[in-house]
């Protein structure tokens, strides 16, 4: 046996391999595992430590692989950490909110930026829209942007407006629209594709500053057991550097998989003339190695909760509003087909039922016009998918990542005001899913929802709402399946599942070390398991102080 850097011991292994097997003690060596044993501590002779050798003793705490979330928006996250918190937990009306922005813009000069990010309009007391004559109130002389929790609805007051010449003239752009009042005046909404003209005349952040972001974010990340990460949009050339760098420089620890936004591969861009190969090697190259090509990113719909995701009836108490696709067919079939053929995993987002429906129909004109290969290519939130689309997913190969999360968040609201009862109990439909085979995992949305593999774990075990109704209780998936969408199925996700995901001799040392087995402790409790610690290659990231090494 080569020589062993990290010896665990008296561990309750979760192995999560085909298996399921479980195991007592574990040997790494230079970042990989050399050897597993069903005891907490090998016969003599069957194991030879040196004085080098770090020996962890568990005392009994759960090893399980290091978790993966397919699709979050870390940088992001970092970026949001520095701005105005207007999340209803902390703001319950409107003029709590304003309360806010009016003692920043006091603190800020004149002309100086204010963005805040987290205001529902479902939930605060007057259940609307901030519009931009609230926010000139409180602040007249900055700039303001407010991004609504689902990250698809924007306002801004306005001079913001002003700054970025929106008139009342203004058209509509395509996959989005600009929200106006009775008279037809704008009324600072923006919604999805609207929001753009606001995006391009913000500050720019330097790449150090975004670097920085990702240091922020990635300390959290580690503290929730997570070794590998995908950014689900890198939008620009600062975005993907900051996250070259960050990785090179293990500022994030992390194991790094990024979605390159598709405008980012047209003619003309950045990488307008690679083919996925080639823009995969040169993040490898640029990184050392740490990070990935995970896809091409793609939107055909918004957000449910901005009823702007694209649905075949109605919404609920809506019937007017049917939502919007970003694309039209033609366009986003020569899209895909374009990236399919050269070599690209595709991942697209789709909330609604109707932009999953088109998001096959584009998937399917691509495997047929340019070729069938391993593609992997996948749907994003997955969250209104019919029996008949998950039928098509599996005939066609296609994975889902699932934002198991809405049903806690918004599954109330999405029985009463956005789908109905009967569509909202499906929302996530993990169990159909396990069914048909899927490939599949879950996924966080961070900063939609707060980062943490438990807590997706736990809703999809239980699918509680906040007000503690069981949504779709057949919909449910056992505890095991879970953990598995959050690690070995995450690893064939990201087409690593010979060296990732589970904890079997030659794969990667990454590890999670959980203060209870959630294959035991009530499923309730699942999302309150403290994370004792966190190895990459092997190598504690999170928690050192918190178990025992010797």
Not at 88 to 109: F, M, N, R, W, Y
Not at 141 to 163: D, E, K, R
Not at 284 to 311: H, M, N, P, V, Y
Not at 391 to 409: R, W
Request: with cysteine; aromatic share 6%.
């Amino acid at each position: 046996m080569s020589k062993i850097d990290l010896f665990i011991k008296n561990a309750n292994v979760l192995t999560l391999d085909s298996q399921n097997r479980r195991a007592g003690s574990v040997a790494v060596s230079d970042g990989k595992i050399i050897g597993i044993w069903a005891e907490g501590e090998p016969a003599k002779g069957e194991i030879n430590l040196s004085v080098q050798t770090s020996v962890v003793d568990l005392q009994g705490a759960t090893l399980i692989p290091g978790f993966i979330d397919t699709h979050n928006h870390i940088l992001m996250y970092g970026e949001l950490k520095e701005q105005l918190d207007c999340s209803p937990s902390l703001h319950k009306s409107i003029q709590d909110v304003l309360a806010v922005v009016g003692t920043k813009a006091k603190e800020l000069p004149d002309g100086e930026w204010i963005k805040g990010f987290g205001y529902d309009d479902t939930l605060i007391i007057e259940k609307r829209h901030l519009t931009c004559e609230d926010l000139d109130q409180v602040a007249p002389h900055n700039p303001v942007i407010i991004t609504h929790i689902s990250g698809h609805v924007a306002t801004v007051n306005s001079l913001a407006l002003q700054i970025a010449g929106i008139r009342n003239d203004i058209s509509d752009p395509p996959g989005g629209h600009f929200g106006r009042d009775e008279k037809g005046q704008l009324n600072g909404v923006l919604y999805d594709h609207a929001m753009e003209p606001i995006t391009n005349v913000l500050p720019k952040r330097t790449v150090g500053d975004l670097v920085q972001s990702i240091r922020n974010a990635a300390q959290d990340y580690v503290a929730q057991g997570i070794t590998t990460n995908t950014d689900a949009a890198i939008s620009g050339k600062d975005d993907f550097e900051a996250h070259i760098q960050a990785a090179k420089k293990s500022i994030n620890p992390m194991r790094t998989q990024l979605m390159i936004m598709h405008h980012l591969l047209n003619d003309g861009e950045i990488f307008g003339q690679y083919s996925a190969a080639q823009l995969n090697q040169e993040i490898q190259e640029k990184s050392g190695g740490r990070a990935k090509l995970d896809s091409a990113k793609l939107f055909q719909d918004g957000s449910i909760q901005a009823f702007t995701g694209a649905l075949r009836e109605p919404y609920y108490q809506n019937p007017d509003i049917t939502g919007e696709l970003i694309h039209q067919q033609e366009v986003l079939n020569k899209l895909v087909l374009d990236l399919h053929q050269r070599g690209f995993r595709i991942a697209t987002h789709g909330n609604g039922d109707r932009a999953i429906g088109s998001i096959l129909e584009a998937y399917s004109y691509a495997l047929t016009n340019g070729g069938q290969r391993d593609h992997r290519h996948r749907i994003e939130h997955v969250q209104t998918a019919t029996p008949k689309d998950i039928a098509m997913m599996q005939k066609l190969g296609v994975a889902a990542s699932f934002f198991i999360n809405h049903v806690y968040y918004w599954g109330d609201r999405h029985r009463q005001i956005f789908l109905g009862p009967e569509r909202a109990k499906r929302i996530s439909p993990l169990h159909e899913a396990v069914d048909a085979n899927l490939l599949f995992t879950l996924h966080s949305d961070c900063p939609v929802t707060p980062i943490s593999p438990l807590f997706s774990v736990w809703a999809a075990v239980n699918r509680f709402t906040k007000d503690g109704y069981v949504l779709g209780a057949d919909q449910r998936i056992d505890v095991e399946k879970a953990l598995k969408s959050m690690t070995s199925y995450g690893a064939k996700m990201n087409f690593d599942e010979d060296v990732s995901g589970s904890i079997e001799i030659g794969k990667n040392a990454d590890f999670a070390v959980l203060e209870a087995d959630p294959t035991t402790v009530n499923p309730v409790e699942i999302k309150d398991i403290s994370i004792l610690a966190t190895y990459i290659d092997g190598r504690p990231v999170y928690g050192q102080g918190k178990i025992r090494t010797t």
